[in-house]
Each structure stands twice: as structure tokens, then as C-alpha cells.
């Protein structure tokens, strides 16, 4: 029997060929050297994300979620719901609060749900959490560091927090200012953080990077400046948005601010998978456009 | 839909705060604002807005309705919580703004040319498809939605990035043709019919 199990949301850029494909490749192999049991939410949706507010609306966002809910509490009862994605753990959050706050919303969700021969219970049966959560407050460093046969020792990280891994909810009740959880990841693997990394928390524009292109490569620029200015070899985040929009407009912000940006970003489970001895493939280090060498090679001793 | 405007401006008259707090997700946090100025000093693209939350919740209180509901300001939200979480009285901004751009949006009063308008409606949509986003379907949705010119140049710009995600396996190409959904995604267009229903009734928008 595995020592954790868990209910599990894994949501669209998770998914094979999806943006994020290779964070998930490194969550699975993370977890099977921690032995963290993972059961997907049959048929699980999307989250929505913060994006679908305009058309979304309230309840229907809610009822995205709630679906999610409803099929984890039938599938894995009493099992957290645990989420590698930021949004995803926000949204279903949000919404397991909002309908715990609202004896209306709670009705109207539960009279939609029907239709589908589906029902929600919430009663916090199932708190909902992100996948650093289990790591910090389930396994502990402590824990994260059993599994290591290698040290990431002479790589300087930038832990690039961002914001929905860390607002509004927080990680093990850590300030939202200055969260130190991903420089103590960091440091438990052998590598070197940056723990004044000042824009640790800033926002990389999340989905306007799409549809407000300059206004959000403005604040990446900003992200990978410090970053460099600090020294730091590669960016580390646990954001599915934050990797994808620091890492893959790098030339577009070259080309406009006259900058030579060319810095990998990685996911804290590629570093762990690397520790805990796996390899580049098994850490989805192909998968990273801006090739992150250093990891490689020592993934590949 | 802006029948449904001319009949809010009726029904409300001049309290254009209750008809934010009857109708706006999280409305009823408005009048707590003390106007300290946090949020609009917290907010990534702060110098975007025409009118910071701090000056859009006076507006809420002063009657200033048009001003609000066509204003682009709430569209510049990144959804990053910092005002959320720095707010002394704790409001739910970033969701105050979200629904205030939602209303707007449904009354037919939001700004019809703003980007996060458009990309927000065409995410819910591709979404609300299939159940799961489809993200060659967004990105071309996206690129294309001025038309097939801009939308080649669009493309042609944003050429490199596609290529980094085709060649390290992190975008289908054949999406448009195989993406991946839920198993039954007819029933959750049943689902998601029946809550707006029951949202538009709430909120008196019936349709």
C-alpha cells in the first residue's frame, strides 16, 4: 500500500501534448519514488480558470467545479483533492468555500448537479489542496529529502512563486509577501536559492499574456531580469502559467527590449525527480524549450 | 441585451449601489471600501486602469453607472489576488471586478472591442465545448479574431513560440480534429444551460 493517497485533479495543460505535458511526466515520477498514490477524478473538467468570469458567470464557473467535486467525492471518498495546477486548485477551492458560505449557491449547484445524476455533499469531507501542500505539510522536508541520491549542489535557483500557488489561499500558513516554501524545497535537494529574490511573488500577467501581450511581457521581463541580476541559473516555479509565460516569449522580449534572455524555467518536481535520481525523460527535461543543461547532466551521472 | 440595460436603469433609478449589490458577484462588499488605495497600488497593471478599484468603488457609490459598466479598467485584471489579500478589510476585489466586468458584459455595456473581453468569451466557449480547454482551438480562435488577415500575421508572429511547444511535445497539432473532452460533453451542456438559467433568473437577467 502506498503511504499517501490522494484524489486527483490533474486539469487540461496537465494533459498529453497540453502545455504543461511535461510537469505532469514529473509529477508521476516524483510521486512514485515518494509513494504518493494519484487517483484521477474520473472524467474530470476544466476549472474554468480566473479567465472564464466574463461569459462564465457565477454559478456556471461553480457548477465546472462542483462536478469535479462531486465525481471525486463518488470516486475517492474522503480522500483529499489534490491539484498540480494553480488555477485548478483555485478554482476548485474557491468554489468548495463559496458554496460552503452559501446555502443558495449550495441549492442551485446541487439542482444542476441532478441533471447529470450527480450530488455534492462538500461538508469538508474533501479539502482541497495543491500538490507543494502535500509535499510541505504531508511528506515534510524531512521527507522530501529521503528518496534524494543526488544534490543539486552549484545550480542557483530564482523560486519564482507567482501568485495563484500562493493568493489568496497560501502555503502552510506562510506570508504572502515573502513565501520562503520553494527556496526550502530548493535548498533540501542540494541546490543554492535565492532567497531575496524580489520578484518571487509577481504577477508573469497569467492569461492576459494573450490577450495583452505587452502589458504582461512588461512584468515577465521584469521576472527574468531579477533573476539574472541576482545570478541565478534557471527559474523555478510550481505554476503551470508562470513556467509557460516566462519561458516561451523570451525571444519576443528579446526582439522588443534589446534583452539576451535565454534562461530555463523548471517545475520544484523536475528538481526532485533529478534528486531522486531519475532521469531527463522521466523528469520531462525534454520539454522545456529553453533547455535546462545543468539538470541534465547531472540527471544523466 | 441592452433591453435588459434600459430595464436595470428603470428598475434601479438612481441607487446604482443596489443594483451592484443585488447583481454583482460580491456586490455587497462595496460599501465597506475605505478608500485607502491599497488595491490600486498593489495591482500589476495599475497605470492600465482609467479608474483603479479604490476610484471604481466611489463611483459604484456616487451613481457614476455608465462610467463603471463601460469602463475597460476591471478588464485589466491579471486575477494575481494581490488586492485580495492586502485589502485591511479584507474585500473580495479581484472578484468584485470580475463580476462587475461580467455584468457589464452581459448587459451588452462592456467595451465590445477590449481583448480580455474577447479572450475571456472565446475561453468559456472552448471550455464549455468539450469540458477541457482545447489549446490549438484557443490560440487560433484567438489569433484570428479580427479576421483572416490579421490573423495570418497573428500567426506568423507568434510562429516561434508554437514551434518551441510543437517540438517539445507540449501542443497537439491535431487538435482541431482529436482533442480529448469529456465522455459525455452533451450533458454538461445540459448542466451548464440549466445554471445560467438559474443565474439570469437570479439576477433578473432573463433572456
Same mark, same amino acid.
Given at each position: 500500500?502506498?503511504?499517501? =493517497?490522494?484524489s486527483? %485533479? ?9 502545455? /504543461? ?18 487517483n ?12 472564464? %468570469? /466574463? ?7 461553480? *457548477? ?6 462531486a465525481l471525486s467525492e463518488q470516486h475517492s471518498p474522503g480522500q483529499d483533492i ?14 468548495? +468555500? ?23 455533499h462538500?461538508?469538508?469531507e474533501t ?15 524531512? #521527507? ?26 497560501? *502555503? ?25 529574490? =524580489? ?22 521581463? +521584469?521576472?527574468? =531580469?531579477?533573476?539574472?541580476?541576482? #545570478? ?16 516561451? %516569449? ?6 522588443? %527590449? #534589446? ?5 530555463? *524555467? ?25 533547455? /535546462? ?9 | ?20 449589490? &443585488? ?20 495591482? @500589476? ?7 483603479? @478599484? ?35 478589510? &479584507? ?9 462587475? !466586468? ?12 477590449? @481583448? ?20 490549438? !482551438? ?36 491535431? !487538435? ?10 452533451? &450533458? ?20
Open positions: 500500500m502506498a503511504k499517501k =493517497e490522494y486527483f %485533479y490533474p486539469g487540461c495543460s496537465s494533459e498529453r501534448k497540453a502545455s /504543461a505535458s511535461n510537469y505532469m511526466v514529473s509529477v508521476d515520477a516524483m510521486c512514485k519514488k515518494l509513494d504518493i498514490k494519484l484521477e477524478i474520473p472524467d474530470w473538467n476544466c476549472c474554468s480558470a480566473s479567465i472564464g %468570469y /466574463a461569459e462564465g458567470g457565477e454559478l456556471p464557473r461553480h *457548477v465546472m467545479n462542483a462536478r469535479n467535486i489534490v491539484a498540480t495546477c494553480a488555477a485548478c486548485w483555485l478554482g476548485a477551492k474557491e468554489t468548495a +468555500d463559496r458554496l460552503d458560505a452559501s446555502e443558495q449557491l449550495l441549492a442551485d449547484t446541487k439542482e444542476v448537479l441532478k441533471e447529470a445524476g450527480l450530488d455534492i462538500l461538508k469538508n479539502p482541497i489542496r495543491h500538490m507543494v501542500e502535500v509535499l510541505i505539510e504531508d511528506i515534510g522536508y524531512e #521527507g522530501i529529502k529521503e528518496p534524494m541520491v543526488k544534490s543539486l549542489e552549484g545550480i542557483k535557483f530564482a523560486g519564482y512563486v507567482g501568485c495563484q500557488t500562493n493568493r489568496p489561499f497560501g *502555503v502552510d500558513g506562510e506570508s504572502f509577501e515573502n513565501p520562503v516554501y520553494l527556496d526550502k524545497m530548493v535548498e533540501t535537494v542540494g541546490g543554492e536559492a535565492i532567497t531575496d529574490y =524580489e520578484k518571487k511573488v509577481t504577477c508573469c500577467g497569467g492569461a492576459l499574456a494573450f490577450s495583452e501581450p505587452k502589458k504582461s511581457q512588461k512584468q515577465i521581463k +521584469d521576472i527574468i =531580469e531579477a533573476a539574472y541580476d541576482q #545570478g541565478a541559473d534557471m527559474i523555478v516555479t510550481p505554476c503551470p502559467v508562470c513556467q509557460m509565460n516566462v519561458e516561451v %516569449y523570451q525571444d519576443q522580449i528579446n526582439k522588443h %527590449y #534589446g534583452t539576451k534572455f535565454h534562461i530555463p *524555467v523548471t517545475y520544484y518536481s523536475q528538481l526532485l525527480t533529478v534528486a531522486y535520481g531519475g532521469s531527463a525523460k522521466e523528469a520531462g527535461l525534454d520539454g522545456n524549450i529553453v533547455r /535546462a543543461k545543468q539538470l541534465e547532466e547531472i540527471a544523466a551521472k | 441585451m441592452s433591453d435588459v440595460n434600459t430595464a436595470m436603469v428603470q428598475k434601479y433609478r438612481n441607487d446604482f449601489l443596489k443594483e451592484v449589490e &443585488e447583481n454583482v458577484e460580491e456586490g455587497h462588499w462595496v460599501k465597506m471600501c475605505m478608500q485607502c488605495g491599497v488595491c490600486s497600488g498593489s495591482c @500589476p497593471f495599475g497605470p492600465d486602469w482609467d479608474h483603479p @478599484p479604490q476610484e471604481i468603488f466611489m463611483m459604484i457609490r456616487a451613481g457614476k453607472r455608465d462610467e463603471v459598466l463601460t469602463t475597460e479598467s476591471m478588464w485589466m485584471c491579471t486575477s494575481c489576488y494581490n488586492c485580495i489579500v492586502r485589502c485591511p478589510r &479584507e474585500l473580495p476585489i479581484t472578484h468584485i471586478m470580475h463580476g462587475l !466586468a461580467n455584468y457589464a458584459h452581459r448587459l451588452g455595456i462592456a467595451p465590445k472591442m477590449n @481583448p480580455t473581453r474577447r479572450f475571456s468569451k472565446i475561453f468559456w466557449n472552448n471550455i464549455a465545448k468539450t469540458g477541457r480547454v482545447n489549446e490549438l !482551438a484557443l490560440s487560433l480562435k484567438l489569433y484570428f479574431m479580427d479576421g483572416f488577415m490579421s490573423g495570418i500575421k497573428n500567426a506568423l508572429a507568434m510562429a516561434g513560440v508554437g514551434i518551441g511547444m510543437l517540438k517539445t511535445k507540449r501542443l497537439n497539432p491535431f !487538435a482541431l480534429i482529436n482533442h480529448k473532452g469529456v465522455k459525455n460533453p452533451k &450533458e454538461l451542456h445540459v448542466l451548464l444551460k440549466k445554471a445560467r438559467e438559474i443565474e439570469d433568473r437570479r439576477k433578473g437577467i432573463a433572456r
